[in-house]
Nanobody, 115 residues
């Protein structure tokens, strides 16, 4: 059974940093691209960053140069290092993987950036 568990969210001042983690189980990690999404209150869920199984990355324009996605295949864990945080980064952050045509989501972790 595929499970995704996020951690690392919290409250931080603008300009600060946080590191999110997404621990996976179910044997799918090494073979699949994975993503971070976020959803702010009253807004649609949006793609933040993607990392392929080989480590290639892509970012939303709004986070380029500030966020870094990475993965540790030995720990079956994905990370999102978030620097220079802005109030507009406030959202619930979710990790995601699509495996055999099924979308799997974690429970989300809240990130709140105060001005």
């Amino acid at each position: 059974q595929v499970q995704l568990v996020e951690s690392g969210g919290g409250l931080v001042q603008a300009g600060g940093s946080l590191r999110l983690s997404c621990a996976t189980s179910g044997g799918i990690f090494r073979l699949n691209a994975m993503d971070w999404y976020r959803q702010a209150p009253g807004k649609q869920r949006e793609l933040v960053a993607t990392i392929s199984s080989s480590g290639s990355t892509n970012y939303a324009d709004s986070v380029k140069g500030r966020f870094t996605i990475s993965r540790d295949n030995t720990r079956n864990t994905m990370y999102l290092q978030m620097n220079s945080l802005k109030p507009e980064d406030t959202a619930v952050y979710y990790c995601h993987v699509k495996f055999l045509g099924i979308n799997y989501w974690g429970q989300g972790t809240q990130v709140t950036v105060s001005s």
